[in-house]
């Protein structure tokens, strides 16, 4: 059965630092897709990414990057010099291409001035 | 904007009592989701929609029925509310073959069953 684990239930930082959220996938399926969403104080859920499991290339857009591990069945999200806008609850997920996502449980990521 | 609308956007409502809530889209896309998010249980898949009339359960399905007997329009009964259904629901919509299994949400619709 497909998991996803993010175990960092909540992080706090302070503005302008890094901070890097887990998640820890369990799949059988050699084909599976990996995302990321972020959910703002606003409510609404934002697609940020997906990557496939052929492709293992670390992605950067701006100050986000992904850290994609088959090795460690790990796709790990980087913030890079944080700002109060970063702050929102982060789902990562998988897919084994069935049509369906199974979501981790989030991480809420507190950005502090 | 993935042209997905969700109504209400809140609604409280007694138990027992019958609720619909209906997912628009107008991007034409043949899968529709509906989940529900709750404190510490992230997103869980309630139901979803493969084509016109062709759905199917999803993770937490009891208690709940859909209807999709239109491309745009996909809807979430709630047949006799219960007090556990209380919840923020939403729905998402893919399209397998363009960008597959990528899906984009509604704004959600918070759901209070007293």
């Known amino acids: 059965a497909q998991k996803v684990t993010q175990a960092q239930t909540e992080i706090s930082v302070v503005e302008k630092e890094d901070v890097t959220l887990d998640c820890v996938y369990e799949t059988r399926d050699t084909t599976y897709y990996l995302f990321w969403y972020k959910q703002p104080p606003s409510g609404e859920l934002v697609f940020l990414i997906r990557?496939?499991?052929?492709?293992?290339q670390n992605e950067i857009s701006g100050r986000y990057s992904w850290n994609f591990q088959k090795s460690t069945s790990s796709f790990n999200f980087t913030i890079t010099a944080s700002q109060v806008v970063d702050s929102a609850v982060y789902f990562c997920?998988?897919?084994?291409?069935?049509?369906?996502?199974?979501f981790g449980k989030g991480t809420r990521l507190h950005i502090l001035p | 904007d993935a042209g997905i609308t969700q109504s209400p956007r809140h609604k409280v409502t007694e138990t027992g009592t019958p609720v619909t809530l209906r997912c628009h889209q107008t991007e034409n896309h043949r899968y529709m989701y509906w989940y529900r998010q709750d404190p510490g249980h992230g997103l869980r898949l309630i139901h979803y929609s493969y084509g016109v009339k062709d759905t199917d359960k999803g993770e937490v399905s009891d208690g709940y029925s859909v209807s999709r007997s239109k491309t745009e329009d996909f809807l979430l009964t709630l047949e006799s509310a219960t007090s556990s259904q209380t919840s923020v629901y939403f729905c998402?919509?893919?399209?397998?073959?363009?960008?597959?299994?990528?899906?984009?949400f509604g704004p959600g619709t918070r759901l209070t069953v007293l």
């Open positions: 990557r496939n499991s052929f492709d293992e």
């Open positions: 998402a919509i893919s399209e397998w073959g363009q960008d597959p299994d990528t899906q984009y």
């Open positions: 997920a998988l897919s084994e291409g069935d049509d369906k996502i199974i």
